[in-house]
């Protein structure tokens, strides 16, 4: 019995060892919620070829309504983007219930695009700095899964 119980004994310890608290889990995931959300938009204005409707897995409210404005207007513009954004989360905080009774988390974080493009039909690069934008963003508890309801940007980081 010995030896079972010392085999179990190191993934028990590895395990509480990266165990959240429900809070904390919930920070983590608000946190990926925003990460998730710019590599998305990241993809879709990389690829005008992909469906629009990825968003609805990553935003919600105004937030999916502003990117999916944002990203058509792209498309008609045939703008075509390259490489991924950078997403620095510098502070997340649980911010109680929203309207509907949800719960929500404010999330700021640093979106680099410093090694992103945006180029023209013609090849020409419109990306035009500040490169480095601070966005907060609110990350509202949905079904299964956390989304990002709305995003505000502060300023540049």
Known sequence: ??????????PAASA???????????LQDAKQAVVKL??????????????LQDLDTVASGEALEFFRKNLASYRLQR???????????????AAGN?????AIWKV?????????????SAG????APPYRIQHRSVVVQRTQSLLVDQDEVLGTC
């Open 1 to 10: 019995s010995t030896a079972s119980a010392s085999t179990s004994a190191p």
């Open 108 to 120: 700021t974080a640093c979106v680099d695009a410093s090694k992103t493009k945006l180029v023209d």
């Open 98 to 102: 929203n309207d509907q009774g949800r």
């Open 79 to 93: 703008l075509t983007g390259s490489g991924d954004s950078v997403i620095e989360v510098q502070a997340v905080q």
């Open 16 to 26: 509480s060892a990266t165990t959240l608290s429900p809070a904390e889990q919930d």
């Open 38 to 51: 710019w590599q998305v938009v990241d993809r879709l204005t990389n690829d005008p070829r992909t469906t």
């Open 124 to 127: 020409k690069n419109v990306s």
